[in-house]
């Protein structure tokens, strides 16, 4: 989060916003983003897997899955541009999430997290 420290403090100089993208695993790191200076967090990786997100659903060793891409991912430039083009390279990463059931709990887990965080200013 040092990066959303050090960027936060010249975008916010010149009235600009900063957008904290990946490495948010669980509900502390989102407080974590805001208290460095984000104005948004992306939670992509902590939203995969459940019963909202769209994807396909996997069954393997009686467990469920849901298949999470990125969307710099060579799964997404192929599905949606027909590949990688020549000049680029592939960033983002395919997984499948086990599937963690409603997102409302998710939710839930990061405003109290958020909440809690606001309780040590």
Do not use: W
Not at 76 to 86: C, E, L, P, Q, S
């Amino acid at each position: 989060r040092s990066s959303d420290l050090e960027c936060a403090d010249a975008a916010h100089g010149l009235q600009g916003h900063i957008i904290s993208d990946g490495g948010c695993c669980c509900p502390g790191d989102v407080s974590k983003a805001f208290g460095a200076g984000a104005d948004f967090v992306m939670l992509g990786g902590m939203f995969a897997g459940h019963s909202e997100c769209g994807g396909e659903t996997i069954e393997k060793d009686g467990k469920k899955y849901k298949l999470f891409y990125g969307m710099s991912s060579e799964t997404a430039m192929k599905r949606h541009a027909g590949g990688v083009a020549d000049y680029r390279a592939s960033e983002g990463k395919t997984v499948k999430a086990l599937n963690k059931g409603d997102v409302e709990t998710t939710v839930r887990d990061i405003l109290g997290a958020i909440r809690s965080s606001c309780t040590y200013a």
